[in-house]
């Protein structure tokens, strides 16, 4: 089956780095995401990564993909009250590109 | 120029009541998606369409009717409308083909039921 996980609070101390952890339970996975929802916004894309890499790196954030242990996880360095927001780990399945199942959120807060 | 929009942006109705909400894409993309997000974000697809066919309807009661009358709009037509049916409710279109690989979302229609 599908399914996606993530734990669902995070709060870091500003300046300080944030890691965002998911598991999933596809093996045939594509690509596997990062969403990011604003309060009251739709989800925005904020980087993704194909399933035969194991890192990314875009400018303040990383993703790293374990494929044995399906482990995906989002590293934001520097993390800035603006980045408060409920990030969405999503997997698409290989049987369709086209459909994307979303994990529950973790929704990220800032200390000052 | 906004790529996927929704209307209402807010709807409050009452149990029972009938109401739509409307999509539309401008980025000529072919697929198009709602999705139902609860009060606590878990976000679920419902529906989606490719060319104005149906090709995923995930379990939903069918009191949900969505329709496509071009591929630039999917409309979600709800029946008999009930507490429970209180979500934001998001489009979302892609461009399927290639190596696409990002689903571009509406801004979400809060929905309402008392």
């Known amino acids: 089956g599908e399914d996606v996980e993530q734990s669902l609070f995070l709060s870091v101390r500003e300046g300080d780095s944030s890691v965002i952890n998911c598991t999933y339970t596809?093996?045939?996975?594509?690509?596997l995401y990062w969403y990011k929802q604003e309060p009251g916004a739709g989800l925005q894309l904020l980087t993704y990564?194909?399933?035969?890499?194991d890192m990314k790196q875009d400018q303040r954030l990383t993703v790293l993909l374990n494929k044995k242990d399906k482990h995906l996880s989002l590293r934001i360095a520097d993390t800035q009250t603006g980045d408060s927001a409920i990030y969405f780990c999503?997997?698409?399945?290989?049987?369709?590109?086209?459909?994307?199942?979303f994990g529950s959120g973790t929704r990220l807060s800032i200390r000052p | 120029d906004t790529a996927v929009s929704q209307t209402p942006k807010y709807l409050v109705t009452q149990m029972g009541n009938d109401k739509s909400i409307k999509c539309e894409q401008n980025?000529?993309?072919?697929?198009m998606y709602w999705y139902k997000q609860d009060s606590k974000k878990f976000l679920k697809i419902m529906f989606s369409?490719?060319?104005?066919?149906?090709?995923i309807n995930e379990t939903v009661p069918n009191r949900f009717s969505p329709k496509s009358p071009d591929k630039a709009h999917l409309n979600l037509h709800i029946n008999s409308l009930e507490l429970g049916d209180s979500a934001v409710y998001f489009c979302?279109?892609?461009?399927?083909?290639?190596?696409?690989?990002?689903?571009?979302f509406g801004p979400g229609t809060r929905l309402t039921v008392t």
């Open positions: 979302a279109s892609f461009p399927s083909g290639g190596n696409s690989y990002e689903q571009y």
């Open positions: 980025l000529g993309h072919d697929t």
């Open positions: 999503a997997e698409s399945p290989y049987s369709s590109a086209s459909k994307i199942i």
């Open positions: 369409y490719n060319n104005k066919e149906l090709i």
């Open positions: 990564i194909f399933s035969n890499m």
């Open positions: 596809d093996s045939s996975s594509t690509y």
